[in-house]
């Protein structure tokens, strides 16, 4: 496959960008090689800069739940813009998606739109802390929730990939508020709560986990987490932004029957453009200002055009029929590609919730991170080079999620699947 025009687009972002790339993880690093440059999308696939094809299954990360280009979000999109990109001022579309989350989410009674999820997570622990009068936030190690400060511990994927467990520049004072606990762990979460309990403001968590790779909750483990956050009045934050609206209308909340008291989104509600919220209880929401005194504010917070585009992707998820399909498509990928790797006898796990899932390298059970690390990441990197090659593009980590979108037809998925066959013979 020639990328000549890839490599001398690199060549150039290098020069003028950190690593040629405007985050991390787009760079290769955790699989080799160099970056593909990439032109345009259409339904499934996106073509690179010297014209290659491949069937996505980054899907921007998360967002295009009906695949590239779809025509209602593009006309959505262009019908605002004509309108006018910003106001500064309120707008109907802000009170048209704030409703649309609302009725998707029983657990949310109100929201506040940000620009990403970065801004949601950060504001989400912001209200915790302003709520309880306490410092302390618990998370899990390998979860993702942003790249902001309280948040970058041991904080998977990106930059777990670039072997900074830890960045530097976040200040030690900051990182010593932040507990981290291994996921799926319910002694752990007992033992932490019994000795500080009283001290945390607020746990936050990935309730399906997408950024060490599909991490699933073992059955008990949020149910505890739950009753823990009441018990010790701690705020129960869950980061939907990865799996709000993409495993179910209402979330990982809606197929896991938990009430959060604060949700956190982005992606999926804003159709491939910049959009974050958070949300929930209103007593919690009506300490954020204007109407409390938890400041929060974003110039283009609420972009009219970024929310029209959300706002074509939530309608289109109201009768629910999206998610049978994507249920149907993604076991009929996963189930080949894992019957494949046994044909071949390649040890491997595949877990998959929904339309997230990732393929380990590995004969043990994937259930947090120290697990998730027992991956072969070198058979990893030639299992993704080798689809790349075959016109497949699979997120460039072990430790991410793939997305399967409802454009992904049998196509899309036949090829997919011959791709693989040729692959794993070679692995
Ligand atoms: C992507 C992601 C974020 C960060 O969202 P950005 O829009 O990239 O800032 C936060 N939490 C989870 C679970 C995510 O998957």
């Keep these: 496959m020639n990328r000549s025009r890839s490599h001398d687009l690199f060549q150039r972002a290098r020069e003028r960008s950190p690593g040629g790339v405007n985050s991390p993880v787009r760079a290769f690093r955790g699989v080799g090689g160099e970056p593909v440059f990439i032109e345009r999308g259409e339904g499934a696939w996106m073509f690179d800069a010297d014209g290659n094809r491949y069937v996505d299954y980054v899907g921007s990360w998360g967002p295009l ?9 593009i006309d959505a999109v262009c019908a605002a813009a004509a309108r006018g990109t910003s106001f500064g001022a309120p707008h109907a579309g802000e009170v048209d998606i704030a409703e649309a989350i609302c009725a998707a989410v029983p657990s949310v009674e109100m929201v506040r739109l940000v620009s990403s999820g970065t801004e949601a997570t950060s504001a989400a622990i912001r209200l915790a802390r302003a709520a309880t009068g306490r410092d302390r936030i618990l998370k899990f190690a390998g979860c993702y929730h942003g790249a902001a400060d309280p948040l970058l511990v041991k904080a998977g994927s990106g930059v777990e990939t ?22 799926n762990d319910v002694e752990r979460l007992e033992e932490l709560f019994t000795r500080h309990g009283e001290t945390i403001a607020g746990v936050i968590v990935e309730p399906v986990v997408g950024n060490m790779g599909v991490l699933i909750p073992k059955p008990g483990f949020h149910e505890k987490l739950r009753e823990l956050c009441t018990t010790y009045g701690a705020v129960l934050i869950w980061d939907e932004v990865m ?26 509600i ?28 974003g110039t283009l917070s609420g972009n009219p055009v970024s929310v029209a585009a959300g706002l074509a992707m939530l309608r289109a998820l109201e009768d629910g029929k999206v998610y049978e399909a994507l249920e149907r498509t993604s076991a009929r990928l996963c189930d080949g590609l894992s019957a494949l790797a046994k044909e071949k006898g390649i040890p491997h796990v595949l877990n998959r ?16 991170y120290d697990s998730a690390k027992t991956s072969d990441t070198a058979r990893f990197g030639r299992f993704f080079h080798g689809l790349l090659d075959r016109g497949v593009y699979l997120p460039p980590s072990q430790f991410e999620a793939a997305f399967v979108s ?22």
Excluded at 411 to 427: K, Q
């Design 270 to 297: 804003g159709g491939g453009l910049p959009v974050g919220a958070f949300g929930g209880k209103r007593d919690l929401m009506k300490l954020v200002a204007p109407e409390g005194p938890m400041y929060q504010a």
């Design 162 to 183: 670039l072997g900074l467990p830890d960045s530097p520049g976040v200040p030690a004072g900051v990182a010593a508020n932040t507990l981290t606990l291994p996921f």
């Design 65 to 73: 739940l009906f695949g590239h280009a779809w025509k209602p979000v």
């Design 243 to 268: 799996t709000g609206f993409r495993l179910a209308r209402g979330g990982a909340q809606e197929r896991l029957g938990i009430r959060p008291d604060l949700s956190t989104f982005g992606k999926v």
């Design 353 to 368: 919730v929904g339309s997230m899932w990732t393929m380990y390298f590995t004969d043990r059970e994937v259930f947090d």
């Design 406 to 427: 409802a454009a992904h037809d049998d196509a899309a998925i036949d090829h997919t699947l011959e791709a693989a066959r040729g692959v794993l013979a070679s692995l």
